[in-house]
């Protein structure tokens, strides 16, 4: 009998490895400094490992309700109503979700249908628009104003179809850290009013703003909040990202629709971790203090950077910083983004990200992206090394 493997029609024929992955293996390869993917090289609270071992020992290992542990559900919703004044209730508008990627994932399969037009604003993380594409639906690139990264209404206005079934954003924004203003928030709002577009707000930078800036979640406005999916990520906030452990609050007909899809996608969550997560947000002191803990790293990073010919792009949340490489001293700043972070990681021995992956026509304007989520070792031995450009 000839064995044989079937030729398989390739659902997503334009997707590639991921430039996370590229560039975290490059930087190994290299025995670089790995400023590129966005992950802390700290460990979490302690406390926080404590009580996954408690539950553990406790026997909290089995299946979790899929919608999530009620304890977590309800801490989630206690933090919205206390930080963003809205109430959504545990039972039938919080869900935990396998990571705020698959929350976004989820959201999509679950409101999108073959047809339907879904607007992302470019730059763009790089789950957004694979998404999108595995429900069948049609993306719509709109782009941020190059340079400051804020969101263009007219062109979001000019977007918008009758075919236009959501809109996805994205603050504080990866990869450029800017932030959306209360203005922008309630123009976004004024901009949906008449439509029946759906809302997918990312929000899993939350808690890294900085001073004099303010997070201004989905949740604040009525009008924004009725139509809107609002996706958040313990990995980040606790520096768990390997934890892959987020939410999603939404109303309850969107929810009762989000579950549907999750149920049949991941079922549940890590047990343990929930009932730990759940716990440690008795406390609300590690979300409060991490944009000071944030902006110290940021600002001893900007510091550094600021004794090179890299220009300083505002920082105004996220954990990364991003820079333009045109006024450097070295004639590799002539090379594509892309080249220029191939050079960096493997010459100089410092690994960032091209911004132009985030776009569809890879638009390429010289700016490159650092993560300084890293100790202050990692990121004093980075600037040891960039200090000549």
Not at 21 to 38: C, F, H, I, R
Not at 42 to 58: G, H, I, S, T
Not at 152 to 162: E, G, L, Q, S, V
Not at 356 to 367: A, C, I, M, R, T
Request: proline share 7%; net charge neutral; aromatic share 10%.
């Amino acid at each position: 009998m000839n064995a044989r493997t079937p030729a398989l029609a390739s659902k997503a024929p334009n997707m590639g490895t991921t430039i996370f992955t590229v560039m975290s293996a490059l930087a190994a390869e290299k025995k670089a400094v790995n400023l590129g993917q966005g992950f802390p090289d700290f460990p979490c609270d302690p406390k926080l490992l404590d009580l996954v071992n408690d539950a553990m020992r406790e026997g909290l290992n089995q299946y979790p309700p899929m919608t999530g542990v009620a304890p977590l559900r309800e801490a989630v919703a206690s933090k919205i109503s206390t930080l963003y004044g809205r109430h959504y209730d545990p039972t039938s508008e919080i869900t935990v979700t396998a990571g705020a990627t698959q929350a976004i994932l989820t959201i999509i399969l679950a409101i999108v249908h073959p047809g339907d037009e879904v607007i992302v604003l470019e730059p763009c993380y790089d789950s957004y628009v694979p998404n999108i594409e595995l429900a069948g639906g049609v993306v719509v690139r709109v782009p941020l104003t190059p340079g400051s990264f804020r969101p263009d209404f007219d062109k979001i206005r000019a977007a918008i179809t009758p075919k236009t079934r959501a809109i996805l954003i994205n603050s504080p924004h990866n990869p450029s850290g800017m932030i959306w203003s209360q203005q922008d928030m309630l123009t976004l709002q004024e901009v949906l009013a008449p439509t029946n577009i759906v809302l997918i707000s990312d929000e899993v930078y939350e808690h890294m703003v900085y001073a004099p800036n303010q997070h201004w979640s989905a949740a604040h406005f009525d009008g924004l909040a009725a139509r809107a999916f609002i996706v958040s990520s313990f990995g980040k906030t606790y520096h768990v990202t390997g934890w892959k452990i987020g939410t999603v609050a939404a109303p309850a007909a969107y929810t009762a629709e989000f579950r549907k899809v999750h149920q049949f996608n991941v079922f549940t969550v890590n047990t343990p971790m929930q009932h730990a997560l759940a716990r440690y947000m008795a406390d609300p002191a590690p979300y409060l203090e991490l944009p000071a803990f944030y902006q110290r790293k940021r600002d001893l990073f900007r510091q550094g950077l600021s004794q090179t010919h890299f220009k300083l792009l505002p920082g105004e949340g996220t954990y990364f910083q991003c820079v333009d490489i045109s006024g450097l001293q070295v004639p590799e700043k002539n090379l594509s983004e892309a080249d220029f972070c191939k050079w960096l990681t493997t010459d100089i021995g410092v690994a960032a990200i091209p911004l132009s992956v985030f776009y569809g026509n890879g638009f390429d304007q010289k700016v490159i992206r650092f993560c300084f989520a890293k100790k202050d070792e990692t990121l004093l031995a980075a600037l040891e090394k960039l200090k000549g450009l």
